[in-house]
């Protein structure tokens, strides 16, 4: 069972002729990727409606199907058929092509994230770099939807959200340097290698280590941010900026905005996965049984509801206060656990390493959130009932 799907692509692209082979290889990959992540969105935008509903003390989805289940078929119908506007002054072919082009790169990263046992697209020496570098051409192109509107409101929306993601894309980054220092390999498939295996009934995954946990977490703040959750949501503020880059949108366009966000949210817990989580190896040496697949997402959906828990529970930030927060907190923490894993690379095994290490992080934690909680006037909240 756990090696169903490589052996199905190996039966079908037996039957093109060789020279043909990689192609249709590639093409069977792509259109995998795309089907398993575009149903994945459909199922997640309704549980998170759902989920949202329950939080907030409502129902949610409840009308289209069982249980509301069928609603994103019926937002997918409704954004095909709704009527395509486009301004008057806007710049027609950028403003065209940028919902478009943004969904390439997020399904582009998606390619080299192993989702189970020799399960690759794209096996490179360099995947976690190529990640990185695809992922960034989102900065552009939300650019490109903000400036082709010819709309204050869209152009400052572009604007604040390109801020925020190259200030968030620095810590991201950085807490994925300490993976590859102590895998000593760029190569997403390497860095699951160097994960397998099991001590003392526990996994060797990296974030059951002190440097491993703070980069995790660092890492999966900074992923917020990237991915415009909230409370990082701030470029779609609708009390100030209406609704951010993609004001001019609508009908499909807008649509294709949604599912890049969300396929890049995907696309980014699967690296967190892969660097942190020992991709798609069980946490338990007798569930290895099960296939492989299946634990990658499993651990995919667990990131998942974290991240719908998040936007039903923080209200959103400042954009003072996200962009302190960036460079006063998250990029000198990224920084120090640099160090700390580096640190923990040459010590001995021992208890010794776990107390020197750990003091390392939580430290400069303390004095680092401390510094940053000063002179903010932040007051314990108090609740009031209404007579």
Request: with cysteine; hydrophobic share 55%.
């Amino acid at each position: 069972m756990d090696q169903i799907f490589v052996t199905l692509k190996h039966w079908l692209v037996g039957f093109g002729p060789a020279q043909c082979q990689p192609i249709i290889s590639a093409i069977i990959s792509v259109a995998g990727i795309i089907g398993v992540f575009a149903t994945l969105f459909a199922i997640t935008t309704v549980l998170e409606r759902k989920g949202l509903g329950r939080i907030q003390n409502r129902y949610g989805p409840n009308r289209v199907g069982p249980f509301g289940i069928l609603q994103p078929l019926a937002d997918g119908v409704k954004a095909i058929i709704k009527e395509d506007i486009v301004p008057r002054t806007a710049d027609s072919v950028v403003h065209f092509l940028a919902p478009l082009v943004l969904v390439a790169p997020v399904f582009l990263a998606l390619a080299v994230v192993p989702m189970g046992r020799n399960m690759v697209a794209i096996d490179i020496d360099a995947g976690v770099l190529f990640f990185f570098a695809v992922g960034a051409a989102t900065e552009l192109l939300l650019f490109m939807a903000g400036w082709s509107s010819r709309n204050k409101y869209s152009l400052l929306g572009a604007m604040r959200a390109i801020a925020q993601m190259i200030s968030y894309e620095v810590p991201l980054i950085l807490s994925a340097v300490s993976v590859i220092m102590i895998a000593g390999s760029l190569s997403t498939v390497k860095i699951i290698e160097a994960q397998a295996g099991y001590a003392g009934g526990l996994p060797r995954w990296f974030v059951l280590t002190p440097w491993g946990l703070a980069g995790f977490i660092l890492f999966m703040i900074a992923a917020a941010a990237e991915s415009n959750r909230s409370p990082f949501d701030l470029p779609e503020g609708e009390s100030e900026i209406i609704a951010g880059y993609y004001i001019e949108y609508s009908g499909f366009k807008f649509a294709l905005f949604f599912l890049g966000e969300y396929i890049g949210m995907f696309a980014v817990s699967g690296l967190a996965i892969t660097l942190f989580l020992g991709g798609w190896h069980a946490p338990f040496a007798f569930l290895t049984w099960i296939p492989s697949y299946v634990w990658f997402f499993g651990k995919l959906l667990a990131l998942i509801a974290v991240f719908i828990w998040v936007r039903g529970t923080l209200p959103r930030l400042r954009m003072d206060q996200l962009m302190n927060f960036a460079w006063k907190f998250m990029l000198p923490m990224a920084l120090i656990n640099l160090v700390t894993a580096g640190i923990w690379r040459f010590l001995d095994p021992g208890i010794s390493r776990w107390l020197i290490c750990s003091f390392l992080v939580l430290g400069p934690y303390i004095m680092l959130a401390r510094g940053l909680l000063q002179g903010s006037n932040v007051g314990k909240r108090t609740y009031r009932y209404a007579d």
